[in-house]
């Protein structure tokens, strides 16, 4: 049969968030994938810049709707170390226990859309409902559903009281219950065993050339997890194992996935059980000394690493965010080489895919020649603003006049 | 001399035909839907829903891909319709007859029910989009992996009863009570074929839509998209009828309302294993479902055979 290129993205209903896989099929099966990124460019790091640190905090925490207390700790972790701010240990408690809650309400997400890529809708539907359950413990801690908003640099904005506590302890309770079934799910049930195993395969060897993070390096037996590697917040004083899996296809993503959940657990108890009292935050200096910081976080996609360079102002010099679904995207097309097209929706959301907090950059493309005919080319500002004001005036709208007439009304 | 002309023509056009066969069919979805939504934890759709949706699709604009043949695009749609509600009439339902009946008509029954399958791989084939080609392939590979089964699994009723009619097996049934017991394998069979056959998961591979947007419906709007639904409604219930009568033929023969009755429990059993089974399964691979059909089932169907030919030998 004629190779046949199938566009998945940058609209299609497998993908929750635009971003464009071309695949070469020759039958069912998958002979190339072409991946393009930048569907989804928000400008977010340069917003960062023109916005003070607080502020910011804001705004990083919006990157993901779903890991965002990842990104906001991994921030006020580099603006505290550039800083020298000391972090009581009490806040240091609760910035773990939301971010543990928040991988709960994370993988549950996660397992209910696998669900759902491989036909399993009862599999999405239970994940989901038993995800709220965690979403209303996060709406009691921190007043949200998501973007929880609690992290402030120098500490957290919430406290956590013995009532809190008891109903964090209740729900996780029911959550164990509920993860000790789907574990039962995912080692019996048959057509989910014979849909995910062996699909999307990533050898131990192409996770480390590839340097693909977080559970989709576990599942393939490399104990890869910053909160072990480099911890950070309380993580050092919990016990707790790295859930790793030697299957190494997306049958091993879930177990692993599944595992960690009741990893988290353990780890939310024995949290709400040493958590000191104690102040939860220290004073935070507006301005912020000139230096630089690297602050790396366990998101529940894997490792997220935030860049922040002061300058001695209220305002970074420069903030970088290598959100964990980049360090995965390379993966992806080896994982998928070989595949059938049935297997590319599961194999994508196995890295649990979060584009638009990966996308940085737009490149222009001519869109009649595709991709390759794209020539990258930099303008600058001045250029760039006079291609602003002709693409307007071409569209009827001078600013020039606009200018002059709102001048006039200033006067 | 009158009533000889227009009953036949009522009874073909509204009771029991085809549009008893419209509203059951949209009575059955809305059971599937809810009982598939109560399975989830889910509220599921009210009543009417089912309608509402056909009517709303209906009313919308149609709109025909430049590069797609026109006239077949348009025409597969009502084809469906016809042969499954063609089909329907040869199906006896409380009766041991079949509004109409001949010798042979189980096979007739079958072909006109893969008329519908064949008219959605025409429809996509010839939208020409790339979605609804490959979810054209696939409705034809999916065909060849569940119709054998599906039609070894019938046969083996036929062979016991000697009889190539629906309605001869139902009578044979009806002189034999509980024989079709004996049947009990090929109804799982049939039962499982028919998922294939109604494009369900985990055999909803052809329009698969976190794989192939809508497979070989892809291209297809409106009203033209209605009917398609609506013959998958239809073949629902002629397919559950199928099975209700080859496979269950009890309580035939009863007073009508009370046969009535029976039937519409017979049939809405069916409905409801078929949505069961696709409650509990996620959706298979092509591959796996050749394997699985051509490897587990069909052999299933053949112990069926067997143990009915042996059966028949030592019992009568």
Redesign the interface.
């Given at each position: 049969m004629a190779e046949m290129k199938i566009p998945i993205g940058p609209q299609h209903p497998a993908l929750k968030e635009p971003e464009s896989f071309l695949i070469s099929l020759s039958g069912e099966r998958i002979k190339d994938v072409g991946m393009r990124l930048g569907y989804n460019h928000r400008g977010m790091e340069k917003a960062a810049e023109q916005r003070t640190y607080v502020q910011d905090v804001y705004l990083l925490e919006r990157i993901c709707g779903i890991c965002s207390h990842s990104h906001s700790t991994a921030f006020v972790q580099a603006v505290e170390e550039i800083a020298g701010i000391e972090v009581p240990p009490r806040a240091k408690y609760i910035r773990t226990i939301v971010g543990e809650l928040e991988r709960v309400h994370s993988h549950l997400l996660w397992l209910g859309v696998a669900g759902h890529e491989i036909g399993f809708d009862t599999l999405l539907m239970y994940a989901w409902r038993d995800r709220e359950i965690v979403m209303d413990i996060l709406s009691l801690l921190t007043g949200n559903r998501v973007n929880y908003a609690v992290n402030a640099i120098g500490g957290v904005h919430r406290d956590i009281d013995d009532d809190q506590k008891a109903q964090i302890l209740k729900a996780i309770d029911k959550l164990e219950e509920r993860t000790k079934y789907y574990i039962e799910v995912a080692r019996e049930e048959k057509t989910l065993i014979t849909r995910l195993s062996g699909v999307g395969y990533l050898s131990k060897n192409e996770v480390l050339s590839l340097g693909a993070v977080g559970p989709a390096a576990r599942a393939s037996g490399i104990a890869r997890d910053t909160r072990k590697d480099d911890p950070y917040a309380a993580y050092a004083q919990l016990d707790f194992k790295v859930v790793t899996d030697e299957h190494c296809d997306v049958y091993g993503r879930t177990l692993v996935r599944v595992g960690e959940l009741m990893e988290t657990y353990s780890m939310i108890r024995q949290a709400l059980a040493r958590m000191p009292a104690g102040e939860i935050a220290a004073r935070a200096p507006r301005r912020v000394p000139a230096g630089e910081a690297l602050s790396r976080y366990e998101a529940p996609r894997g490792e997220d690493v935030h860049y922040v360079k002061a300058n001695g102002t209220d305002k970074p010099e420069r903030v970088r965010v290598r959100a964990p679904t980049l360090a995965n995207l390379q993966a992806v097309s080896k994982m998928l080489e070989g595949d059938n097209l049935a297997d590319v929706p599961i194999v994508i959301a196995a890295i649990d895919p979060c584009f638009s907090c990966t996308d940085r950059m737009i490149r222009l493309v001519r869109s009649e020649q595709g991709d390759s005919g794209a020539e990258a080319r930099s303008i600058g500002w001045e250029e760039m603003r006079v291609r602003g004001i002709e693409w307007y005036r071409g569209r009827g709208v001078d600013f020039a006049d606009l200018n002059a007439r709102l001048g006039a009304r200033l006067c | 001399m009158l009533s000889g002309v227009v009953v036949p023509i009522l009874n073909v056009l509204l009771f029991p035909g085809l549009a008893f066969l419209c509203v059951a069919g949209l009575f059955g979805e809305y059971f599937d839907r809810k009982l598939y939504a109560r399975?989830?934890?889910?509220v599921g759709p009210p009543l009417l829903q089912p309608l509402a949706d056909f009517v709303k699709l209906a009313s919308k604009q149609e709109l025909v891909p430049r590069e797609a043949d026109g006239r077949i695009f348009r025409a597969m749609p009502v084809a469906a319709v016809a042969a499954t509600a063609c089909a329907f009439l040869y199906v006896p339902m409380w009766g041991y007859d079949a509004l109409f009946g001949f010798e042979g008509d189980l096979i007739v029954v079958l072909y006109l029910l893969m008329l519908p399958t064949l008219s959605f791989f025409l429809g996509g084939i010839y939208s020409t989009s790339?979605?609804a080609s490959?979810g054209a392939l696939r409705v034809v590979t999916q065909l060849f992996a569940y119709e054998v089964p599906l039609f070894l699994a019938l046969l083996s009723p036929a062979l016991m009863s000697g009889s190539w009619s629906i309605s001869g097996i139902a009578s044979f049934y009806g002189a034999h009570p509980w024989w079709w017991c004996f049947n009990l394998i090929g109804f799982g069979v049939g039962l499982t074929a028919s998922l294939g056959k109604l494009e369900k998961?985990?055999f909803?591979?052809a329009e698969?839509?976190?794989?192939?947007?809508g497979g070989v419906f892809t291209e297809y709007s409106g009203r033209h998209l209605a009917l398609f639904h609506l013959a998958i409604d239809m073949e629902a219930i002629v397919v559950s009828s199928l099975l209700a009568a080859v496979f269950l033929p009890f309580g035939l023969g009863l007073d009508p309302a009370l046969g009535f009755l029976i039937y519409c429990l017979k049939v809405a059993f069916v409905i409801a294993l078929l949505t069961l089974l696709r409650?509990?399964?996620?959706?298979?691979?092509?591959?796996?479902m050749m394997a699985f059909c051509w490897k587990i089932l069909a052999p299933l169907a053949f112990l069926q055979i067997i143990a009915c030919l042996v059966l028949k030998g030592a019992l009568e």
């Amino acid at each position: 049969m004629a190779e046949m290129k199938i566009p998945i993205g940058p609209q299609h209903p497998a993908l929750k968030e635009p971003e464009s896989f071309l695949i070469s099929l020759s039958g069912e099966r998958i002979k190339d994938v072409g991946m393009r990124l930048g569907y989804n460019h928000r400008g977010m790091e340069k917003a960062a810049e023109q916005r003070t640190y607080v502020q910011d905090v804001y705004l990083l925490e919006r990157i993901c709707g779903i890991c965002s207390h990842s990104h906001s700790t991994a921030f006020v972790q580099a603006v505290e170390e550039i800083a020298g701010i000391e972090v009581p240990p009490r806040a240091k408690y609760i910035r773990t226990i939301v971010g543990e809650l928040e991988r709960v309400h994370s993988h549950l997400l996660w397992l209910g859309v696998a669900g759902h890529e491989i036909g399993f809708d009862t599999l999405l539907m239970y994940a989901w409902r038993d995800r709220e359950i965690v979403m209303d413990i996060l709406s009691l801690l921190t007043g949200n559903r998501v973007n929880y908003a609690v992290n402030a640099i120098g500490g957290v904005h919430r406290d956590i009281d013995d009532d809190q506590k008891a109903q964090i302890l209740k729900a996780i309770d029911k959550l164990e219950e509920r993860t000790k079934y789907y574990i039962e799910v995912a080692r019996e049930e048959k057509t989910l065993i014979t849909r995910l195993s062996g699909v999307g395969y990533l050898s131990k060897n192409e996770v480390l050339s590839l340097g693909a993070v977080g559970p989709a390096a576990r599942a393939s037996g490399i104990a890869r997890d910053t909160r072990k590697d480099d911890p950070y917040a309380a993580y050092a004083q919990l016990d707790f194992k790295v859930v790793t899996d030697e299957h190494c296809d997306v049958y091993g993503r879930t177990l692993v996935r599944v595992g960690e959940l009741m990893e988290t657990y353990s780890m939310i108890r024995q949290a709400l059980a040493r958590m000191p009292a104690g102040e939860i935050a220290a004073r935070a200096p507006r301005r912020v000394p000139a230096g630089e910081a690297l602050s790396r976080y366990e998101a529940p996609r894997g490792e997220d690493v935030h860049y922040v360079k002061a300058n001695g102002t209220d305002k970074p010099e420069r903030v970088r965010v290598r959100a964990p679904t980049l360090a995965n995207l390379q993966a992806v097309s080896k994982m998928l080489e070989g595949d059938n097209l049935a297997d590319v929706p599961i194999v994508i959301a196995a890295i649990d895919p979060c584009f638009s907090c990966t996308d940085r950059m737009i490149r222009l493309v001519r869109s009649e020649q595709g991709d390759s005919g794209a020539e990258a080319r930099s303008i600058g500002w001045e250029e760039m603003r006079v291609r602003g004001i002709e693409w307007y005036r071409g569209r009827g709208v001078d600013f020039a006049d606009l200018n002059a007439r709102l001048g006039a009304r200033l006067c | 001399m009158l009533s000889g002309v227009v009953v036949p023509i009522l009874n073909v056009l509204l009771f029991p035909g085809l549009a008893f066969l419209c509203v059951a069919g949209l009575f059955g979805e809305y059971f599937d839907r809810k009982l598939y939504a109560r399975l989830h934890n889910r509220v599921g759709p009210p009543l009417l829903q089912p309608l509402a949706d056909f009517v709303k699709l209906a009313s919308k604009q149609e709109l025909v891909p430049r590069e797609a043949d026109g006239r077949i695009f348009r025409a597969m749609p009502v084809a469906a319709v016809a042969a499954t509600a063609c089909a329907f009439l040869y199906v006896p339902m409380w009766g041991y007859d079949a509004l109409f009946g001949f010798e042979g008509d189980l096979i007739v029954v079958l072909y006109l029910l893969m008329l519908p399958t064949l008219s959605f791989f025409l429809g996509g084939i010839y939208s020409t989009s790339l979605f609804a080609s490959i979810g054209a392939l696939r409705v034809v590979t999916q065909l060849f992996a569940y119709e054998v089964p599906l039609f070894l699994a019938l046969l083996s009723p036929a062979l016991m009863s000697g009889s190539w009619s629906i309605s001869g097996i139902a009578s044979f049934y009806g002189a034999h009570p509980w024989w079709w017991c004996f049947n009990l394998i090929g109804f799982g069979v049939g039962l499982t074929a028919s998922l294939g056959k109604l494009e369900k998961v985990p055999f909803d591979i052809a329009e698969a839509e976190t794989e192939i947007v809508g497979g070989v419906f892809t291209e297809y709007s409106g009203r033209h998209l209605a009917l398609f639904h609506l013959a998958i409604d239809m073949e629902a219930i002629v397919v559950s009828s199928l099975l209700a009568a080859v496979f269950l033929p009890f309580g035939l023969g009863l007073d009508p309302a009370l046969g009535f009755l029976i039937y519409c429990l017979k049939v809405a059993f069916v409905i409801a294993l078929l949505t069961l089974l696709r409650t509990v399964m996620a959706r298979l691979r092509i591959d796996q479902m050749m394997a699985f059909c051509w490897k587990i089932l069909a052999p299933l169907a053949f112990l069926q055979i067997i143990a009915c030919l042996v059966l028949k030998g030592a019992l009568e």
